[in-house]
């Protein structure tokens, strides 16, 4: 397998492939692996040794090895996929030190499928430090492991795993010339956003690689990663220092900006019955949620408070923050008018009230109000002077359709009929069939009133007619026939005797046949009748 020339310089120095074997379970059980030479990826067989070459008879020597998580096919003693290993030194021979700035190995989420020889792509740099040495030597470094289990939430995957280190006699090494600086590998200008009012955590990788150990020196930042970055532009400087003590630095810019709009609350629509021409709506000011700035309060349009017309208006309500974000929300306000117009009565016949045909009744009239409309027409139907008892309706109706009616009944008045005496004699009545000789005159004589005024304008007769009628014993009526009156004689009213005088010229031929005779009044309703037979 071909190797970077990193790692060839790493080798040169005398660090080699670290493998950790797992102890008396390691056939079953999942493990952790190690890899001496500082560089990804990680591989070789288990238990290889490290191979530092020479110490350092004058000061220590520092190099890194890499952790990574392995998977050896246990069926029962599996890492959970998508789980977390920890990791922790503890303990070292000869001297040894670690540190190890990081002590989580996260499982890949597919970890079961391939259950066998599997190395995971996540690793944990550890800085091991071998102190200064005049003698040949060889040393273990131990780790301890616990990961989450497949298939469960309560137990673990656990066990120890160590390193042999060796090294040959120790030289002298600060006479070694190494006047290269490690690379830093920084990442580009990040561009976060706001999570606060602080501004927002951030995290990064920085890393740096040396052609000679450690291969991967250790990197410091500031701000560190994971550290809480203000709004604005804040640059992070971060140095590497190889074992010569050769220091690289650098920067990169880190932007924390607030581009999210506040989120303004759903307020529910509002339906509303008018209560005039415009209809006032109150609400809450609606709940605004940002992240950055605190206290912003909603302004709506049209505001709380507003008289809204009948109809459908959309409000608007929208906070800006303090970066110039807007968020905003919308509602509806319905008023609707289902109010019909109310009536009044005006002018008209007296309610319940009783008027003689012919008397002069007051015309009715009304008026109507709407609360949005104001004053609407007012139609009344109903109104007569015929004789009988008459119902007033006033209706109204609003721009929206809404028809006001008054009830049935409500209002009502009569127009009374006139009364009559008569036929006076020579006219039987009271159901008397007056005989006649054919062609005679007979005077019909009558009176009509106006209430207790007494008509004499002939106008106040409407007519008379004459109708067959069936003679008794007999079996068929006589025709009808027209009302003739004697010579030139007309309907005349006789002031001296204070009536209605008609005369009537009976048919000339017929003897036998019987006829009603009836007067209608003008009020087309009084009547006087009387029945004769002719001889």
């Not at 090895?65 to 890492?79: H, T, Y």
Request: aromatic letters at 6%; proline letters at 5%.
């Amino acid at each position: 397998m071909m190797r970077s020339s990193a790692f060839r310089a790493l080798a040169a120095a005398g660090v080699a492939l670290l493998l950790v074997a797992g102890g008396a379970s390691a056939a079953v059980a999942d493990q952790i692996i190690v890899d001496g030479d500082g560089v990804v990826p990680i591989a070789g067989p288990d238990g290889q040794a490290a191979n530092i070459g020479a110490a350092c008879t004058d000061t220590s020597r520092t190099f890194t090895v890499l952790l990574a998580a392995r998977g050896n096919g246990g069926d029962q003693n599996r890492f959970a996929d998508g789980g977390e290993v920890t990791v922790s030194f503890t303990s070292a021979e000869q001297g040894m030190t670690v540190s190890m700035p990081d002590t989580s190995l996260d499982v890949d989420d597919t970890w079961s499928v391939n259950r066998q020889n599997r190395i995971g792509t996540d690793t944990v740099a550890v800085q091991v430090t071998l102190p200064a040495k005049t003698e040949a030597g060889q040393g273990k470094v131990h780790f301890a492991y616990s990961g989450e289990k497949f298939g469960s939430t309560t137990q673990k995957v656990e066990g120890n795993s160590s390193v042999t280190v060796n090294w040959t006699a120790g030289v002298t090494c600060v006479s070694v010339t190494d006047k290269i600086a490690p690379i830093l590998d920084l990442p580009e200008n990040m561009t976060v956003e706001a999570t606060s009012a602080a501004g927002a955590v951030v995290t990064y990788e920085a890393t740096a690689t040396d052609e000679t150990a450690p291969a991967a020196p250790l990197v410091t930042c500031q701000p560190a990663s994971g550290a809480t970055f203000p709004l604005g532009t804040t640059t992070v400087s971060c140095e590497a220092t190889d074992a010569a003590g050769n220091k690289s630095t650098g920067t990169f810019d880190v932007l924390v900006q607030d581009t999210t709009d506040p989120v303004v609350e759903d307020l529910p629509d509002v339906v509303r019955e008018a209560t005039g021409p415009t209809t006032g709506v109150t609400w809450a000011s609606p709940t605004v949620t940002e992240a950055v700035t605190s206290g912003l309060v909603a302004a709506c349009s049209p505001e709380s408070g507003t008289g809204f017309e009948v109809g459908i208006t959309t409000v608007t309500c929208s906070a800006t923050d303090a970066a110039g974000n807007t968020g905003s929300s919308t509602f509806s306000v319905e008023i609707t008018d289902k109010t019909p117009p109310e009536i009044t009565w005006t002018a008209g016949p007296v309610n319940g009230g009783h008027y003689v045909f012919g008397e002069v009744i007051p015309q009715p009239s009304c008026t109507a109000f709407d609360l949005v409309d104001g004053e609407v027409a007012c139609l009344v139907s109903g109104f007569s002077t015929a004789v009988g008892t008459h119902e007033l309706t006033a209706t109204a109706t609003d721009t929206r359709d809404n028809v006001s009616t008054t009830e049935p009944g409500e209002y009502t008045y009569t127009v009374d009929p006139w009364t009559s005496k008569g036929f006076f004699q020579p006219v039987d009545m009271g159901g008397v069939l007056n005989t006649v000789k054919a062609g005679s005159t007979v005077p019909l004589k009558f009176e009509l009133f106006a209430g207790s005024s007494e008509l004499t304008n002939v106008s106040a007769v409407k007519g008379f007619t004459v109708k067959g009628i069936v003679c008794p014993a007999a079996s068929t009526p006589a025709d009808d026939i027209e009302l003739v009156t004697t010579g030139q004689t007309v309907l005349r009213y006789d002031t001296t005797a204070g009536q209605f005088i008609q005369n009537w010229q009976t048919p000339k031929s017929g003897a036998g046949s019987c006829y009603r005779v009836t007067m209608l009044a003008a009020d087309s309703y009084t009547t006087i009748t009387a029945d004769f037979k002719l001889k």
